[in-house]
């Protein structure tokens, strides 16, 4: 069975700061990786997204991830976080062509300005 | 409407009673999935719509559980015999195709509360 895996539940960081979210998951085979993120207020949207290819994926609002086949990662990085990017922070992970999407249990970032 | 929509956004019942949740997805979507999120949790599966086919009810915790897909567009999750264990944000959310490597588009949940 697929499980996502998100150890850091709160983040607390400064402005500038960097930011790395850690997102491992378990399944074998070939698999989709997503961030999803969910802004104070606002619905659950798509940060990024890994299917193929590069590993490094660039998303929105200079996010990135990267995916380390190895290591079953894909952690989210941003090199200087602002305060707007105070929200929470969901991975999620599928088997290509699948119906369920596993995701994992969030991380709180908070930023301060 | 621009988005996924759902209704109502806050539901208070009591245990035993029964309660439908409704969810409009994006205007030609032909993917629906439900989702629920406890608190401390990640989003649970619990049931998926393609189309015409038959749905994936695979994530369904219980018997109690059921929802529909009427003419390929709205949803009505519907919870029987109320527990307090069922009080959760129930999300929904749709995308354009059939496979999972689409987009997700969420609504804004309906928050659940069992007394």
């Known amino acids: 069975a697929q499980s996502v895996s998100q150890h850091n539940h709160h983040v607390i960081l400064s402005e500038a700061a960097s930011l790395e979210l850690g997102c491992n998951y378990s399944y074998g085979g070939t698999v989709n990786l997503f961030w999803y993120v969910q802004y104070p207020g606002q619905h659950l949207q798509l940060l990024l997204k890994y299917f193929s290819g590069d590993p490094l994926v660039k998303g929105i609002k200079g996010f990135e991830a990267e995916f380390i086949k190895s290591k079953f990662s894909f952690n989210l990085r941003k090199p200087s976080v602002q305060w707007s990017d105070t929200a929470e922070y969901f991975c999620?992970?599928?088997?290509?062509?699948?119906?369920?999407?596993?995701f994992g249990t969030g991380t709180r970032l908070t930023v301060i300005p | 409407g621009a988005g996924v929509s759902q209704s109502p956004s806050n539901k208070v019942t009591e245990k035993g009673k029964d309660v439908e949740l409704r969810c409009d997805p994006i205007s030609g979507h032909t993917a629906l999935y439900w989702y629920r999120q406890s608190l401390g949790q990640g989003l649970e599966f619990l049931i998926y719509?393609?189309?015409?086919?038959?749905?994936?009810k695979s994530g369904l915790p219980s018997d109690r559980f059921s929802a529909e897909r009427t003419g390929g567009s709205v949803s009505t999750l519907t919870i029987q015999r109320t527990q307090q264990e069922d009080s959760a944000v129930y999300l929904c959310?749709?995308?354009?195709?059939?496979?999972?490597?689409?987009?997700?588009?969420f609504g804004s949940g309906t928050q659940l509360s069992v007394l």
């Open positions: 959310a749709s995308s354009l195709g059939w496979a999972t490597n689409e987009k997700l588009f």
């Open positions: 719509f393609q189309g015409n086919s038959a749905p994936d």
């Open positions: 999620a992970v599928n088997a290509p062509g699948a119906n369920n999407l596993f």
